[in-house]
């Protein structure tokens, strides 16, 4: 009798526990399982993971894969490449420049010609200013040419500091009175333009200034009054600006048909710049060392800057008439291309 009473007390208070445990889950708003609204309450199994709320959920990450890990650093994005050396551009521009026709310092064609190399510049994303520089009155190659004033044209790279270590690339932009220029300087100027494409978009370790010089054929001197925008560059420079110089290299007729890319220093200067271009070039391009004297690469030898000039193939046309775009060989423009490119991805 003492043990059925018992066993009645038990079951009176396990029934009390159930009905206490219902009402503690409908007084703290239990809720049932996503998916289950209606439902009887089922016993879930328990996890050692904490629940999510609504607005839990909305900030945690829905995957869970390794690679969302932040312990996992993300893949490094690989360095911006320039697209390739392009010769039918460099030969379209030439061909522009070349229907300007003769483009004397002091014209207005070479102003003309000057409009068309700053556009080609700035749309590579350079920013551009043109320097004034005034020419004198004289003879080139045998014709009488009047005082005037032309144009340097720099072009400088985003965020460009002429103070700090660059180097610079140069073409000039006239041409004597009696012809077209083709390849005496179209070429150089239009293998430049192409070069400073491929540089802004695969920048190397130091920045490079592209220059279109104005009047760098000879006005009288008996030849050696010449290279009057490069001078006036070089002698606008701060002094600072001059030691920020690591190197200047002039592009000066590039184009005609030849076994390799004269790469060629002052007589009596420095080879060290001339030899590193060569050296950086064993790969893409032959080339031959020479000693020139005649273009913009001399004013700045002569300021104490390190200078080489690329091109002089002798050829029959020059400072002719017949110096057209059918003078200039595609293959030696990307030679020559491929040597300016080698040496600016070379720098440190």
Known sequence: MAASTRRRRRSRTALAVVALLAAATACTGGAPAPGSEGA????????????????????????????????????????????????????????????????????????????????????????????????????????????????????????????????????????????????????????MAEVARMTLQQPGALPVRFVAFGAEEARGGNGTLYAFGSRHFVAGLGASERRAVRGMVALDRVGVRAAAVPVCHVGGADTSLADAIRRAAVPVAATRACVNRASDHVSFERAGIPAVRLGSVPYAAYHSATDVPTVVDRRQLARSGAVLWAWIRSLR
């Open 40 to 191: 009887s309450p089922v016993s879930a199994p328990t996890s050692s993971l904490p629940s999510t709320s609504t607005e839990d959920a909305a900030q945690t990450p829905l995957s869970t894969s390794p690679s969302d890990s932040p312990s996992r650093s993300a893949s490094p994005v690989p360095p911006p490449r320039a697209d390739p050396f392009d010769v039918d551009t460099v030969l379209g521009g030439i061909r522009a420049l070349a229907g300007i026709g003769p483009r004397d310092a002091a014209s207005p064609a070479s102003d003309r010609a000057a409009a068309y190399v700053a556009g080609q510049l700035r749309a590579a994303g350079y920013r551009v200013t043109l320097q004034p520089v005034a020419v004198p009155a004289g003879v080139s190659w045998g014709v009488r040419v009047p005082a005037g004033t032309t144009v340097d044209v720099v072009a400088d790279p985003p965020g460009f500091d002429p103070t700090q270590p660059h180097v610079v690339v140069g073409a000039h932009l006239d041409t004597v009175p009696q012809s077209p220029g083709a390849e005496d300087n179209a070429s150089g100027l239009m293998v």
